[in-house]
């Protein structure tokens, strides 16, 4: 399949309707995603980008029903993970000497995946490969999301090819952001930044800031996942600044797991007290043990405080509340702050060990947390209640 997207552009990817899962299990897909490859065509022809490995073979017989592979003049590269290179070796075998524009570090990427020594060219911001009437601009986008990520810009028609950046998991039989529900295409935007980019953040305001310099118009982005921005582009461009600068909205998050049910009737008291020292506040209670993780990391991203709970056992905590903590810890949240809480039996570490686990993440500790002894009593629920009343009213008074 291709669809023609512009007078000189096709888009000639794959839509991946089954993913439910990427980069290995860390990244749930619930609504798959697509890998989006561009033929783009003036006097010359450059195809942006290929697709994911297990398609190499459909996407070149593809691509060879659109032109014929020897007219490709150029490849680039605009980054080297295998769900945008993967057809590479395929296509290689057929046009073996094509040069491949690629950054320095593209280089060394694709040479680490594929072990070929292609015929490369490397790359770097401000570079122009003239396809004719048109040009393409390559911009170095380091470390967004890997260090030899790049976008590229199309002459005349106004076209930024982005890559990653501002792409979403999201496959749809559409192809724009005008014509697919805004709400789940800004779920999965979200999603996609506050699991794969929020470590970059501060790559990402630089970029942006620097792409704004060069006063380039932009028509529309072509993402390397999901749907394409031609409906006023510069919206998810502006959310991006927002979701970079130490995002958090009117939200608390409770994460908890639990055995006999002990540390969740602790959630659901410490959730009422908030709500009822705050009432404007949303409060959203994720067990870790029944839920997506990377829907639960999107719920942290969108908070001002996080609250993690877990029962004591063997003398530490449940292994989906570790692992969650340890997701956390990698994501480097900025502006949030947490508390512990978790019932038990007899050693009760529980909430010291997720304290500290809290610390390790980079968040701003409330206090030393709440813990309870067996499943809670009336008194308990009760303290419980008082102790969400104050971690509101701690959140709101930092603010
Ligand atoms: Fe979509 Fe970093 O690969």
Not at 28 to 42: A, F, I, K, M
Not at 232 to 244: C, D, S, T
Request: proline residues 3%; hydrophobic residues 40%; negative net charge.
């Amino acid at each position: 399949m291709s669809i023609k997207l512009s007078p000189s552009v096709t888009w000639v990817g794959k839509k991946d309707w089954e993913l439910r899962e990427f980069h290995g299990m860390e990244y749930s897909t619930h609504r798959g995603s697509s890998y989006n490859s561009y033929l783009v065509r003036d006097e010359k022809v450059a195809l942006i980008d290929t697709v994911w490995l297990p398609f190499a073979d459909e996407f070149v017989k593809n691509l060879k029903k659109e032109i014929d592979l020897s007219e490709i003049d150029y490849i680039i590269a605009n980054h080297a993970e295998v769900d945008h290179s993967g057809a590479l070796p395929e296509l290689m075998k057929e046009i073996p000497d094509t040069p491949i524009y690629c950054t320095r570090n593209g280089v060394r990427s694709l040479k680490g995946h594929y072990h070929q020594d292609w015929n490369f060219v490397e790359v770097k911001t401000g570079d122009r490969l003239s396809l004719g009437k048109k040009e393409l601009i390559f911009i170095e986008a380091r470390m967004l999301h890997w260090p030899d990520s790049m976008f590229c810009y199309l002459t005349e028609e106004q076209i930024l090819f982005s890559n990653d950046a501002f792409g979403q998991h999201y496959a749809t039989e559409f192809m724009f952001n005008d014509q697919v529900d805004q709400a789940e295409l800004y779920q999965e935007a979200i999603k996609y930044y506050a699991n794969i980019l929020t470590p970059f953040s501060s790559f990402v305001e630089k970029k942006i800031n620097e792409f704004v310099s060069l006063n380039l118009p932009l028509s529309m982005i072509c993402t390397s996942h999901g749907i394409l921005w031609r409906d006023n582009p510069l919206q998810i461009v502006e959310k991006y600044m927002e979701w970079a600068g130490d995002y958090q909205e009117n939200q608390i998050t409770l994460i908890y797991d639990t055995m006999w049910n002990g540390t969740r009737r602790m959630a659901e008291a410490i959730a009422s007290g908030i709500r009822a020292a705050d009432p404007e506040v949303t409060v959203k209670l994720c067990n870790i043990g029944r839920s997506d993780k990377n829907d639960v990391i999107t719920e942290v991203f969108k908070s001002k405080a996080v609250l993690v709970g877990s029962p004591t056992i063997n003398k530490g905590i449940l292994t989906a509340v570790a692992a969650i903590l340890e997701e956390i810890r990698g994501l480097e949240f900025k502006n949030k702050k947490a508390a512990a809480f978790g019932s038990y039996g007899w050693s009760g570490e529980s909430v010291k060990m997720i304290t500290g686990l809290l610390k390790e993440c980079g968040m701003e500790l409330i206090d030393d947390g709440i813990r309870v002894m067996w499943n809670p009593d009336a008194d308990s629920i009760a303290k419980c209640v008082e102790y969400g009343k104050q971690a509101a009213a701690a959140v709101s008074k930092t603010e």
